[in-house]
């Protein structure tokens, strides 16, 4: 069973910075896309950044010029650099990754909280 562990959220003032780091508990898995999704309170989750295989990436509008998605292959971790963060940026930042071992899959991180203060 593959588990996707976040770490590095946490309060921040507008204008600084966090990054975002997703490890997948089992080196095997050969990961073909993974992204960043945030969830505010009382919206619906939306997707922030992708990265594919290949290391191309995309983002959300709202985040594009500030945030940077990344993947370190040999640690099968996936990071997101947060910069000149908003509040509106607050909310529950989920990894999610569509990897192989075995068959083909989808895992989701436990949600980590994002709060940047004004």
């Known amino acids: 069973q593959v588990q996707l562990v976040e770490s590095g959220g946490g309060l921040v003032q507008a204008g600084g910075s966090l990054r975002l780091s997703c490890a997948a508990s089992?080196?095997?898995?050969?990961?073909?896309?993974a992204g960043w999704y945030r969830q505010a309170p009382g919206k619906q989750r939306e997707l922030v950044a992708v990265?594919?295989?290949?290391?191309?990436?995309n983002y959300a509008d709202s985040v594009k010029g500030r945030f940077t998605i990344s993947r370190d292959k040999a640690k099968n971790t996936v990071y997101l650099q947060m910069n000149s963060l908003k509040p509106e940026d607050t909310g529950v930042y989920y990894c999610?990754?569509?990897?192989?071992?075995?068959?083909?899959?989808?895992?989701w991180g436990q949600g980590t909280q994002v709060t940047v203060s004004s």
């Open positions: 999610n990754v569509v990897g192989v071992l075995g068959a083909l899959k989808n895992y």
């Open positions: 089992a080196n095997a898995l050969s990961i073909n896309l």
């Open positions: 990265i594919t295989s290949g290391g191309s990436t």
